[in-house]
């Protein structure tokens, strides 16, 4: 076969490889805060966050320090600092990374590659992560 047959075989596989890879990665918009009132770390998000974060985030070896089945742990943050800033839920690390927002998708929670077993948070549940920070994080 010649070079440039091979090439014109080869190269579209190649490209809609890296198209699907890219579209997988692609940061999404970041959802509004919910609007419901009274949002509070026991009512609303400890049900989300034990589905979807707290095996990873509890018990003596937390990944990144950081342990999310507590409201003391959620608010300490990890090995890098808070990653809830009361009152701005769109600055806060945790909402990044739930919502996938972040353009490295290294950053995204739970990891891409546990995601069969920890399901990614919908829109409407960053939405009332977002607003359980913004009301000031209960
Ligand atoms: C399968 C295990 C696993 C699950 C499930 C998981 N994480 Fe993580 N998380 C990790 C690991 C591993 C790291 C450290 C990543 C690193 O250092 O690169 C991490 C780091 C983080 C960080 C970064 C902390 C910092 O200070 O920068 C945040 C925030 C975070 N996780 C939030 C969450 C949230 C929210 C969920 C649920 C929506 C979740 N994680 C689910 C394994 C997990």
């Known amino acids: 076969m010649k070079i440039q047959t091979r090439l014109t075989l080869v190269l579209p596989a190649v490209c809609a490889l890296a198209l699907s890879a890219a579209a997988q990665n692609t940061p999404k918009p970041l959802p509004p805060a919910a609007t419901k009132t009274g949002v509070t770390y026991a009512g609303d ?6 589905k979807s974060c707290v095996k990873c985030h509890s018990g003596d ?3 990144n320090k950081l342990k999310l089945d507590t409201l ?7 090995r890098d600092g808070k990653v809830v800033i009361v009152g701005d839920s769109a600055k806060s690390v945790i909402v990044q990374a739930a919502a ?4 490295d998708s290294d950053e995204w929670m739970p990891p891409a590659k546990d995601a069969a077993n ?3 948070l919908t829109a409407d549940q960053v939405g009332l992560l977002r607003a359980w920070i913004d009301q ?3």
Do not use: R
């Not at 998000?45 to 034990?50: P, S, V």
């Not at 003391?72 to 990890?78: R, V």
């Open 72 to 78: 003391e742990g959620i608010l300490a943050g990890g």
């Open 118 to 120: 920890y399901p990614p």
């Open 61 to 63: 070896k937390p990944k």
């Open 136 to 138: 000031g994080a209960k």
């Open 100 to 103: 996938h927002t972040t353009e």
């Open 45 to 50: 998000l400890k049900a989300i966050l034990d």
